[in-house]
């Protein structure tokens, strides 16, 4: 019985999806970068999340304290406030407006916690474990070794990163100087204007993205980890 | 190939507080006694009181949780956690909205737009908690239960048993919980911009509104606010890191896995 | 006034640790539970101390029940193999905690009786593992427990701490005049602190008596030997001069405990030891025999 009483709790703002009847779906230009964000920034992060993670696990250098913590401060600095400072700094380069000015303070949100969770998931596997990897050629080792032992870290690492790339309004609006749009932004317009059918429509993108996604990888590396397998037979 | 990674990454990394440096050239010359009308002084208390609240509830039962799960092996519930983190902040906000705008489920007992910003605690504490629960169940998972079981037989009470074998391994993640939570939510847009009022606006809020609205001069009003803000945050970073380091040094020397 | 068990029974998953345990220790014994691996002495432990619950059975002190009662209302302290002193504390910090009225001079009062004066400042890590189980054990004490439980304490030491801190913990619980349950594998170590010993077996009692009284009864308690493609413990062999198919030569006699003992090599190379009686020579061929 409690257990329900705490599901229920945990679950009931998922009924805010079916109060009321969301337009019909339609791909524009809002979705279409808003996906193409979610897929470029999934690979960037779990690329530059585990290469880094990798380096801070084997290196013996004097820095690896300090890009630590250079790696986790950026936690500590609002997005906001990071967001207005980038602005100024980008603006004289012409990334105002860009589809790369855009994606780079979105990486800037994503890749601390990409980092994070990489690190972690390593040290759990252990340098002995990674080490033995070491005699294979990188994409032997990666495909064969590192991919299955790292799938779970890189469906988390894509889902927070996406979670986080979806949230992002005032980096999107600001850095994209309003000509980017995104479903976010357009959840906004909507519901300043009132539209209630139209912002809860882009309220269903924005939770199913990530869902469809994660489950979506999950068959993808069933597939993957089939085809190695079967090539080692 | 882990080089070129970690090149990139640090110049990706440097880019918020290349940001910051930006902020304090800007903000040279300006007036700071601009700041102090009413609009911020407002804003500034509710965004702590929201702020704090969020955070405090967010920790206390995202551990708790962590705790249960860990105790009883809970597996359902670990599971059942992770349904938040599949939302978005910004959707999760607009959900809330929508319960909250009268009818079911709630039908106008608290609204979403109002004074006291309950809805929008709601929302944070119901996103954050999972976080936390990541966050202190890691800890749990390596805890030595010798040192629980210790503390059981030495005859201490159920509250000293917490407090001599399990909070001291649990202020490292709340430490770094906490401040991730109040940077991310007290200098916050996405979710006050749907939940909050008009007046009081959050620090987030505010500071948008005017860089993106009305006189050029407000703008350097938000880089202002922007930058003492951060760095509030930075020297409490600082202070209950250095605070808390001779005990964390102390624990990472005597303790047994 | 006393600790009893009766008829205790505790099972784990699909396996039975514990069948029946009766067991009766006075106040102001040190009684041993000997035992190897997988003979539930851990378990029973656990249960007395209260961070297990027994499945049939009962568990009373002085006749009354303490099944039910939390561990930390049972006046009952544990030592573990591992200290487990509590990283954030100093070494005396440690034994305040466990103090009643969490003072600072009966902590170091305590740190004195276990030999470690003046280390009430003292970070864990400077300590050694012999002295952080001393403080473990003043820790233990000073909770002014009625009794206390030692679950192989001295495994992780080297012979001589073990020694050293054998006889310490000996000598300060008689002088104190408390009840003490020791749980080890080791008969020696048994026999040593002991008033009485108690024999574990596959979840049951074998055997309990005073040390000299089992000596004389189980000679090699614990140990099994292999009989006709059988394993049998070797409280059910004896050797004698009538020839059977399993010959054995003896190697070396010597006694142990005022019993007469010899050790006998094996066809296949190995060695047991077992009884020697007064008319057997070494070198001599002699015959293994079940009872």
């Not at chain 1, 469809?212 to 069933?222: P, Q």
């Not at chain 2, 882990?2 to 902020?23: C, E, I, M, N, Q």
């Not at chain 2, 079981?149 to 005859?155: C, E, G």
């Not at chain 2, 922007?226 to 102390?250: C, D, E, N, P, Q």
């Amino acid at each position: 019985m409690s257990r329900l009483i705490v599901a229920g709790l945990i679950l009931f703002p998922f009924i805010g999806l079916f109060l009321a009847f969301p337009a019909a779906f339609s791909w524009d230009e809002a979705f279409g970068n808003t996906v193409l964000y979610v897929i470029i920034l999934g690979l960037v992060n779990v690329w530059l999340g585990i290469g880094t993670a990798w380096w801070l696990m084997f290196t013996d250098s004097k820095w690896k304290t300090s890009v630590e913590w250079f790696t986790f401060l950026p936690l500590f600095i609002p997005v906001l406030a990071s967001m207005f400072g980038m602005y100024i700094a980008l603006a004289p380069l012409g990334l105002v407006g860009t589809h790369i000015g855009v994606g780079l303070v979105l990486l800037v949100t994503t890749l601390p916690y990409s980092i994070r969770l990489a690190y972690n998931a390593m040290y759990v596997v252990g340098r002995p474990l990674l080490e033995q990897t070491l005699t294979l050629a990188p994409w032997s080792r990666f495909g064969f070794v590192l991919f299955p032992l790292l799938k779970e870290t890189i469906r988390t690492i894509v889902l927070f990163s996406t979670v986080i790339v979806l949230s992002q309004f005032v980096l999107v609006q600001l850095m994209g100087a309003g000509l980017i749009p995104t479903v976010t932004t357009r959840l906004y317009q909507a519901y300043a204007g009132n539209d209630v059918s139209l912002a809860l429509q882009h309220t269903w993108v924005l939770v199913l993205v990530p869902v469809l996604l994660y489950l979506g990888l999950d068959g993808l590396f069933s597939m993957w980890i089939k085809l190695v397998k079967g090539r080692l037979r | 190939m882990s080089r070129s990674s970690l090149w990139l990454s640090l110049f990706v990394l440097a880019l918020p507080f290349t940001g910051v440096a930006f902020l304090i050239y800007e903000t040279v010359g300006f007036d700071w006694s601009e700041l102090n009308d009413a609009a911020w002084r407002a804003s500034l208390a509710v965004t702590l009181y929201v702020t704090l609240v969020s955070t405090v509830l967010s920790l206390v039962i995202g551990t708790w949780l962590a705790r249960s799960v860990y105790r009883r092996q809970s597996t359902w519930l670990a599971s059942l956690l992770r349904w938040p983190m599949f939302v978005p902040h910004v959707a999760a906000a607009y959900l809330f909205y929508v319960l909250f705008s009268g009818g079911f489920p709630f039908y106008g007992l608290v609204e979403a737009n109002e004074r006291h910003h309950l809805v929008v605690i709601l929302t944070y504490v119901w996103k954050e908690v999972p976080f936390v629960f990541l966050m202190v169940i890691g800890t749990y998972a390596q805890l030595n239960q010798g040192y629980v079981d210790m503390a059981k037989t030495l005859q201490l009470t159920p509250f000293e048993q917490f407090k001599v074998a399990e909070w001291p391994f649990l202020v490292k993640p709340l430490l770094d919980s906490f401040w991730v939570l109040v940077a991310f939510i007290s200098f916050a847009y996405e979710v006050p911009a749907l939940l909050g009022v008009t007046f009081p606006e959050l620090l987030g809020v505010l500071a948008y509104e005017r860089l993106t609205t009305g006189l050029f001069l407000n703008a350097y009003e938000s880089y202002a606010v922007a930058l003492i803000w951060t760095l509030f945050i930075f020297i409490g970073v600082i202070g209950s890191y250095s605070m808390t380091a001779k005990r964390r040094r102390r624990i990472e020397r005597g303790v047994r896995r | 006034m006393s600790l009893v068990l009766t008829g205790v029974h505790k099972r784990f998953k699909d396996r039975d640790v514990l069948r029946g345990i009766d067991l009766e220790i006075p106040n102001g014994e040190i009684h041993a539970l000997v035992g190897v691996s997988g003979s539930g002495k851990s378990t029973l432990l656990r249960i007395i101390a209260g961070l297990e619950t027994l499945d049939a059975g009962n568990l009373t002190w002085d006749e009354t029940p303490l099944d039910g009662v939390p561990p930390h209302l049972r006046r009952i302290t544990m030592l573990s193999q591992s200290p487990l002193l509590f990283p954030h504390l100093t070494v005396g910090e440690n034994v305040t905690l466990a103090t009643p009225n969490r003072s600072r001079q009966e902590a170091e009062a305590w740190l004195s009786r276990v030999r470690l004066p003046g280390r009430y400042d003292a970070e864990i890590h400077e300590l050694s593992g012999g002295e952080q189980q001393r403080v473990s054990f003043a820790r233990a004490l000073a909770a002014s427990p009625r009794l206390i439980l030692l679950d192989e304490p001295f495994t992780n030491l080297d012979p001589n701490l073990k020694y050293e801190l054998q006889r310490l913990i000996r000598d300060l619980v008689r002088e104190l005049g408390l009840t003490a349950l020791l749980v080890t594998h080791d008969r020696e170590e048994a026999m040593l602190v002991a008033d009485r010993v108690t024999l574990l077996e596959a979840g049951r009692v074998r055997a309990s008596g005073t040390p000299q009284v089992l000596a004389e009864t189980e000679s090699t308690f614990g140990d099994f030997i292999e009989l006709d493609g059988r394993l049998y413990p070797s409280l059910h062999i004896e050797v004698t001069d009538s020839p059977t198919e399993e010959t054995v030569e003896l190697v070396r006699s010597f006694t142990r405990f005022g019993h007469r003992l010899g050790e006998y090599r094996r066809g296949q190379g190995d060695y047991v030891i077992l009884p020697r009686d007064e008319s057997f020579r070494d070198g001599e061929t002699y015959y293994l025999r079940k009872k």
